[in-house]
């Protein structure tokens, strides 16, 4: 892992999470995979293996760069602009 200039940018505390879940696919009637927490605004979108990707869609959506996953035990971040592990 490696830091890129978007984590500098990011704010300094965590944006409280908008749901528990990914609330896109709720609305359509799916079940997220795994979910994502934006580190800039607290959107929470499910991850790329499940069927709507609504993490990406809100990154192509808002060119917001950074996210982390939103599952218990892990602390990984993820930069969309990059496509590398942050």
Known sequence: MSE?????ELPRAEP??????????????????QLRLCLVCGFVGCCDSSPYRHA??????TGHP?????EP??????CFVHE???
């Open 4 to 8: 890129c200039t978007h984590v500098a």
């Open 66 to 70: 950074v996210m982390r996953t939103f």
């Open 56 to 61: 990406t869609g809100h990154y192509r959506e």
């Open 73 to 78: 035990g892990y602390a990984w971040r993820w």
């Open 16 to 33: 409280a999470p908008l749901s528990a879940t990914c609330q896109e696919c709720l609305a359509v009637g799916s079940h997220p995979v």
């Open 84 to 86: 590398q592990l942050v």
